[in-house]
């Protein structure tokens, strides 16, 4: 077998990370001592990294990023190049999306790029295709338990990497019943592995998933199958992934994107573990901040334990921000929601080629807004040379943040509390849109009862889930360009994913197709 | 980084190999120099190990298989403690099968084990996934080719790993089109990845993969999409795996299973690679010999330049072989049809507890059908124990054949000869049915001449395809209990798979379900 030492290529530079067994080890660690180490004895100081969130404005449409990504590597290389130990920890692109060629991948671009980028775009990492295989075996477990009556309804959705529109409409028992499909990073089994921080959790959270309906009364993963199954099918999906940048700097990545019809996060233990090691833990969160922060903060930070971030990064292209004179207003409320809730953020003005010359009337405009001074520069084709000296405000604003500080700005759980007040409260905070413009479908008040009535039945109240917001990437009310006094949102309908413990409210911005086009 | 090192597990004993560069590298090292290295420096000398075909009885069902993997890590351990380098080329098991419980894994038992069995049970390679996802995408862009017009029906199935009724029947455009799906192991992308021996034939192939039509004539993948975009996600599937015994033999494993609905043997190059670095290399081929080494002999020798056995071993089990009256012609029918090939075959019985008592009588059964001597034992009880005293006259054979004997014997190739020739050839050869006994349905001849015009306006004859039979895994003819000289073979349909170059051809005991049940 040695001889063959030389063709055994694997990944090149990539690892995965057993993170539920690192975290346990650290666990073990301080309840053993108070000078913590790693459990294989080597002297490895733990550390406490704090977590800077990196988002962005709302994008002019969902194929558009605002360049979170490269910013994220450019930040790191930056800070690590003035001495401090940075990381940051990325999303994993969606393969499908790449595929179909409707958005670029998600690792950067130029001189603010991954090494080997494309083992993540293209999902060599094999962790979408493990997700959408164990959700789809419940499911095929499902199909089974309807041929035999034990099962009248499948609620659960296949999942699909790439876009396809026929499997939109799929129908089961002779065409009787219907299945639907969604894309595999934004599946409920996506969200456990993104939620969960231990083995044990993930079997709970798998067997806790609602499969389907036997006569009205919800069945749940766990009396279809032996739980276990599913958890060995996932194999190292539950592994975040280790990679460079082309500078050198280490990054994580692991779990999915599309913070408009998901949580959109990165996983928890991930951002976890890369604290354990590092001072200062980059946690990239998006589409905009009224997707990826808003998601963070009210549910990674304040119902699930996640670390409140020591300040934000806010990314923006010179065009997004002032293009568009209808939309102008949406950066600065961006900015002012986070500095509201005790979040310093700093805007950074993502340039593209011949956008150099607009950095002063930027930094003027900026100025007149109240922001933090903004960093500024052409990451794709600087890096982190264009952030380097610009860095000295953040620094000091990350520094001067205890962890006894962050600990005490994290809101209390809303668990328990009714939904329509927490959408009110999420509205409110991160759309701008108050209560009494809060507008409801006719479909909203039955769909939120059925909802509360499956919950019941289930054995746990529809308030102890977390609301996930639902919507288009590229609106935050049902319309953006209308008056500050004018702009409403509408609830559409709800979706229980009792696993992830999540409640999904899809509001009428929200994307009607299960799968997008391919292009 | 290297502070992880420890928490770092990827797949422990598994590695993945680059077997189409190692294979280059032996192309380039004979073109270089009579005395054969590898590309390395290092004085390896090249071997040129002889191939073993392990096949088997017809099993009595399609969920009981008749130990084939488990005489193959036995015959492997018990030949490497006889001081021999041998090795074996196994298919991955299905995981969507292990996972819905119709069949064991495929990874032998007891003590004649793979060391971490529960990686290849449970698709931990990933192969399956990633061809899937490979297929899927070119579908996905067939779907949205349709939408433009580009496109009216689509023929390429959608693949899946896991067994669905629902996905039996999906429709595209509004529901008018309709659209197969088939389980991942069976999918044209599995063929081609088993039969390609470099990056450029699989490139070539897959392009050349017929996706759907545009008005009646036939539209390529490669005239869909940029063909390195399947390449990219096929990633790492292109790799056999490498893996262990329990005993410590190099184990090889690569591609898929069912030899009854596809070709059911392992990649080529996996085999071609254990020949340059083994004496010994047992490949699998099943269910039966009447379609696992009827496909090598028929597909991989004859028609795609794969090594001529040396030898077989041809597994069954005494309920088998002895049990049913009207079935019990079947085992002595496998031996004396590779025997007539020129064929050393070697009966191995596979015995199960209870059942040592028998081995006189089964010993006496064989020298009445004048059986070389049979190799028997229980090697789930005694894994390789149970054989090495019995292998003298299997190792002598297998000394006695030099590669030019070997490859005197390959047929020459049937490319260009007519469809039914080449069936009547096969199913006589195979199956025992002589050619005046092989029926047609009405559907057989419109069907023939349907895929004879898709191939001459794809630029090719029908005739150059080598042919797939299509069939239950439990019979070979219509009906296997009746008389020898009643019995009939019967043509229902044919089906192209252009990039592999092959022809399907459906009997009417194939399976009519395109996905299985899950149990």
Redesign the interface.
């Given at each position: 077998?040695s001889?063959?030492d030389?063709?055994?290529?694997?990944?090149g530079p990539i690892?995965?990370?057993?993170?539920y067994?690192?975290l346990d080890?650290l666990a073990a660690d301080s309840a053993n001592s108070a000078a913590a180490s790693?459990s294989?004895g080597?002297a490895?100081p733990r550390k406490h990294g704090k977590v800077v969130l990196v988002t962005a404005d709302t994008p002019l449409k969902a194929s558009r990023g605002e360049g979170k990504t490269t910013a994220t590597v450019a930040l790191t290389d930056a800070l690590r190049a003035r001495g401090i130990d940075a990381t940051a920890v990325l999303r994993q692109p969606s393969?499908g999306i790449t595929?179909?060629g409707s958005k670029g991948g998600a690792s950067g671009g130029g001189k603010a790029s991954l090494k080997n980028a494309?083992l993540a775009d293209?999902?060599?990492f094999?962790e979408m295709?493990?997700i959408?295989?164990a959700q789809?075996?419940i499911?095929?477990?499902a199909?089974?338990a309807l041929?035999e009556g034990k099962l009248t309804e499948i609620l659960l959705p296949?999942v699909?990497?790439?876009?396809?529109?026929?499997?939109r409409?799929?129908?089961?028992a002779g065409?009787n019943i219907p299945?639907k499909c969604v894309l595999s990073p934004t599946s409920e089994m996506m969200q456990i592995v993104t939620l969960s921080k231990s083995m044990d959790e993930l079997a709970t959270r798998i067997g806790a998933m609602i499969v389907g309906t036997l006569n009205g009364k919800p069945v749940k993963a766990s009396e279809l199958t032996d739980v276990e199954?599913i958890v060995?099918?996932l194999?190292?999906a539950v592994q975040p992934a280790?990679l460079e940048t082309e500078q050198g700097s280490?990054i994580y990545m692991h779990c999915g994107p599309f913070a408009n019809v998901s949580i959109g996060i990165p996983s928890l233990v991930s951002v976890e573990m890369a604290c354990a090691?590092h001072d200062i833990v980059f946690v990239e969160a998006g589409y905009g901040a009224d997707m990826g922060a808003q998601k963070w903060l009210d549910i990674a930070s304040r119902e699930f334990g996640a670390q409140w971030p020591v300040a934000a990064i806010v990314v923006t292209r010179a065009s997004t921000w002032r293009d568009d004179p209808s939309l102008q207003w949406r950066y600065p409320f961006h900015i002012q929601r986070l500095e509201n809730v005790g979040i310093p953020s700093f805007p950074l003005l993502n340039l593209w080629e011949g956008e150099d010359d607009q950095v002063p009337s930027l930094r003027a405009h900026a100025k007149e807004q109240g922001f933090r001074e903004p960093i500024a520069g052409n990451l794709f084709r600087d890096g982190s040379e264009a952030l380097v000296s610009q860095l000295d405000e953040f620094v000091e604003t990350v520094s001067a943040s205890s962890a006894a500080d962050l600990a005490a700005k994290v809101p209390a759980s809303t668990a328990g509390q009714g939904v329509m007040g927490k959408l009110k409260e999420i509205i409110a905070e991160s759309y701008g849109v108050p209560a009494d413009r809060v507008m409801e479908k006719e479909s909203f008040t039955p769909s939120l009862a059925a909802a509360a009535k499956m919950a019941s039945l289930s054995g746990f109240s529809v308030n102890d889930l977390a609301v996930v917001p639902v919507k288009s990437p590229a609106t935050m009310t049902d319309d953006d360009t209308a008056e500050a006094t004018r702009r409403t949102v509408t609830l559409k309908k709800v979706e229980i994913h009792a696993g992830a413990g999540l409640l999904h409210v899809n509001l009428t911005t929200s994307l009607t197709t299960a799968m997008p086009?391919?292009?």
């Open positions: 077998m001889t063959f030389t063709f055994v290529s694997a990944y690892s995965k990370v057993d993170a067994g690192f080890s790693t294989t080597a490895v393969m595929a179909a494309e293209w999902g060599l094999g295709m493990r959408a295989t789809n075996l499911v095929s477990l199909e089974k041929e296949r699909s990497e790439v876009p396809s529109k026929a499997l409409k799929i129908a089961v065409g299945e199954r060995t099918v194999g190292d280790v280490p090691r086009k391919i292009v």
